[in-house]
């Protein structure tokens, strides 16, 4: 069971900007890192942001994340085609010492 | 670059057991860890458990306890996950995926291994 709260979907038209948000408690988001992972139709999730803002080698800066308390949020500037995915976030949970994640997003570009 | 490359898609019956692997290339192996991140059809991520590349430890999540092994073979710098008592809602992709510590982001995922149960 995910015990991470995202929106079920997202869309905006080209250019425009989005934004995930994710939904924990203080046993996850409250006590440790979030990360996102983007998951592309029919391909393995990707990761995308961590350590809460954090983007690896090669994503591109038109995506940010954040995190504030038990609550954290990931923003796509600029949309495009290619951002029409599935959007997960995640976070080590201390009471269930599990890594949990979010329940998904999938962005549409409208 | 830093790679992991899974074995082929597996066809079990109910009661079976399956047996996954993950190689991988790019990186010194024992300096991290592989967690193991399940996809049932058209549903989301669920996290299985963790193994340390350097000492073979591991953290499985509380739901699977039981049915759950993971193991690695320094020597080829493979990580395998083997499932037992498959059922029917153990239908999935299965994923493994870098990870220093369970508590760590994961980087990069493996292509993913499709394991189906069914009679």
Known sequence: QSVLTQPPSASGTPGQRVTISCSGSNSNLGSNYVHWHQQLPGAAPKLLIYKNNLRPSGVPDRFSGSKSGTSASLAISGLRSEDEADYYCAAWDDSLSSHVFGTGTKVTVL | ?119
């Open chain 2, 1 to 119: 670059q830093v790679q992991l490359v899974q074995s082929g898609a597996e066809v079990k019956k109910p009661g079976a057991s399956v047996k996954v692997s993950c190689k991988a290339s790019g990186y010194t192996f024992s300096n991290s860890g592989i967690s193991w991140v399940r996809q049932a059809p058209g549903q989301g991520l669920e996290w299985m458990g963790w193994i340390s590349g350097y000492n073979g430890n591991t953290n499985f999540a509380q739901k699977l306890q039981g049915r759950l092994t993971m193991t690695t073979d320094t020597s080829t710098s493979t990580a395998y996950m083997e499932l037992r008592s498959l059922r029917s809602d153990d239908t999935a992709v299965y994923y493994c995926a870098r990870s220093a510590y369970p508590y760590n982001w994961f980087d990069p995922w493996g292509q993913g291994t499709l394991v189906t149960v069914s009679s």
